[in-house]
């Protein structure tokens, strides 16, 4: 069993920034693909970012450009920089572990851009 624990949620003014973080139980966190998802309300949860193993990457093509994804696995952490936010980011973020075709997901923190 993995356990994930977000932080670095909150308000921020639009063109501002976060960064979200996720730490996860485990010794094999350099193994697992991490993502970042999020939820606003009323809509699907949608992939915000994912990193690999390997380190590759890949984002949502409206984040593109503003935010990034990162892992340090000495900190067994995952990272989602995010810059330039708009009110159309607010959402719940979580984190996703997966690993084998196995997922597991943190509890979600809540992101907020309005002024």
């Known amino acids: 069993q993995v356990q994930l624990v977000e932080s670095g949620g909150g308000l921020v003014q639009p063109g501002g920034s976060l960064r979200l973080s996720c730490a996860a139980s485990?010794?094999?966190?350099?193994?697992?693909?991490m993502g970042w998802y999020r939820q606003a309300a009323g809509n699907q949860r949608e992939l915000v970012a994912r990193i690999t193993s390997t380190g590759s990457t890949n984002y949502l093509d409206s984040v593109k450009g503003r935010f990034t994804i990162s892992r340090d696995n000495a900190k067994n952490t995952v990272y989602l920089e995010m810059n330039s936010l708009k009110p159309e980011d607010t959402a719940v973020y979580y984190c996703n572990a997966n690993f084998r075709g196995q997922g597991y997901w943190g509890r979600g923190t809540q992101v907020t851009v309005s002024s």
């Open positions: 485990g010794s094999i966190f350099r193994l697992y693909t």
